[in-house]
């Protein structure tokens, strides 16, 4: 009777002592919501807020996410168990980095996510074709320079904050948290030298504020403004209306100095390419 009380006992205090490393392997390195960063203090994105950001940048496994300034590694773990994407976070903190990483392991997702411990000015992300941000406006306009560089189609999320002038293609929320996204506008400004078309040659000039286009076109001396020109990463697309008053669309993609696509006139689909002059 005894000794199976003993078992008993013995039993249950192994499943207590496991029970209490199972509750959270974490635990020791944990952070205190609002304690300090290098530029900006620890506050975890809702995960619902999460969900709507990445489902905006449209995250697959073909994605490589970056969050800057990766606190407990939420967003990198969130982008890599739920959509499957390879994703990097950097963090200041070193101590928040391990405990980022702590959260990886036991999110059993290191194979999928690193966490860096770094200086978001000074580490390079360059490899990213989504970045996340929870940061402040001004960190943010320091870092839109780099971001409007980074390979056009780039897709950027920020929690909270905005990129001053350069509008947001999409917002979305969750109660009183906002995030906010962009994708990196292809640079189209300058003049362009059409030809495939009927016609013949065309020169289109384009004037661009991120990912806001506009411009005219000139045809045998005829110029006329474009009509419903559209920039989206490196997709282009724009109407024009010739002489003769039928409407043409043009839709393509941009790649450094040249645009290639086609020209609907009225259901005849004829492929063009433009030169950067
Ligand atoms: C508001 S929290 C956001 C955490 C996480 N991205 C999220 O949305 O849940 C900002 C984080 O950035 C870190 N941080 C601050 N300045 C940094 C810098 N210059 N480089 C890297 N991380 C930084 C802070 O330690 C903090 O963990």
Request: glycine letters at 10%; proline letters at 5%.
């Amino acid at each position: 009777m005894i000794a199976s009380r003993r078992l008993m006992f013995a039993v249950l205090a192994g499943f207590m002592t496991l029970g209490s490393a199972w509750a959270d392997p974490c635990k020791d390195l944990a952070p205190t919501r609002g304690q300090s960063g290098k530029d900006v203090i620890w506050i975890p994105t809702p995960e619902p807020l999460i969900d709507k950001m990445l489902t905006a940048a449209k995250v697959t496994a073909q994605d490589r996410v970056f969050d800057l300034g990766a606190g407990d590694g939420i967003i990198a773990i969130t982008a890599a168990r739920k959509f499957g994407a390879q994703s990097v976070g950097i963090e200041f903190n070193p101590k928040m980095a391990d405990y980022a990483r702590c959260k990886v392991q036991e999110a059993g997702m290191t194979e999928r996510v690193r966490i860096i411990t770094g200086d978001i000015f000074v580490e390079n992300f360059s490899s990213a074709n989504v970045v996340t941000l929870y940061l402040l406006p001004d960190l943010n306009l320091r870092l839109r320079p780099t971001l409007l560089k980074m390979k056009p189609g780039t897709r950027v999320v920020s929690h909270a904050f905005t990129m001053g002038d350069w509008e947001p293609d999409e917002t979305m929320s969750h109660e009183y948290a906002r995030g906010y996204f962009w994708v990196v506008p292809a640079q189209v400004e300058g003049d362009w030298m059409f030809s495939g078309m009927e016609g013949g040659p065309m020169r289109v000039s384009l004037r661009q504020t991120y990912q806001n286009i506009g411009g005219m076109f000139t045809r045998a001396s005829n110029t006329q403004p474009l009509v419903g020109a559209r920039l989206r990463g490196e997709d282009i697309s724009f109407q024009f209306i010739t002489p003769d008053k039928n409407v043409h669309t043009f839709t393509g993609r941009v790649a450094s100095d040249r645009i290639t696509g086609t020209i609907n006139s009225a259901g005849l689909q004829t492929p063009v390419e433009a030169k950067r002059l």
